[in-house]
């Protein structure tokens, strides 16, 4: 996928782009079910579908399919992995605009053992 170089009033560059503007989260989400369905990467289909006649084979009905998969794992692993990467949860919060109780409750996927050790290196940075 190449970026278009696009600002937008208030100077704010957008990572997803089309050559005018930003993309729109209905248009990622369409994209993630269709991109994440397993005859979309040439596995084949695990539900004994035939991709000839199956819905799901379009992209305005992937979300059809039960191997797509939302966007939300793709925001959960990208939270936790920005967590692992120590920076702080109200910066994450921000970014990702969630609170920070969302985010603890919801979207921090990290183990206890990854928590502590995070924890630890905090300590040993201060």
């Known amino acids: ?15 997803f782009t089309t050559p005018t503007r930003r993309l729109y989260d ?5 994209d993630l079910y269709a991109i994440t369905r397993p ?3 040439g596995t084949g289909c695990p539900h004994d579908r035939d991709p000839d ?28 992995y920005h967590l692992n990467q120590d920076i702080p949860k109200e910066k994450i919060s921000g970014r990702a605009n969630v609170s920070v109780s969302v985010l603890e409750t919801h979207y921090d996927a990290r183990t206890e053992d990854q928590k502590a ?8 940075e201060l």
Do not use: F, W, Y
């Not at 996928?1 to 990572?15: D, Q, Y």
């Not at 379009?58 to 939270?79: D, E, F, M, V, Y």
């Open 1 to 15: 996928m190449n970026r278009e170089s696009v600002t937008e009033k208030g100077g704010r560059e957008p990572l």
């Open 26 to 30: 209905s248009i990622l989400r369409k």
């Open 39 to 41: 005859c979309c990467v």
């Open 53 to 80: 006649g199956c819905d799901a084979t379009t992209k305005k009905q992937a979300s059809g399919c039960p191997s797509s998969l939302s966007a939300h794992p793709l925001r959960r692993s990208a939270i936790t």
């Open 117 to 124: 050790a995070n924890r630890k290196q905090v300590l040993e």
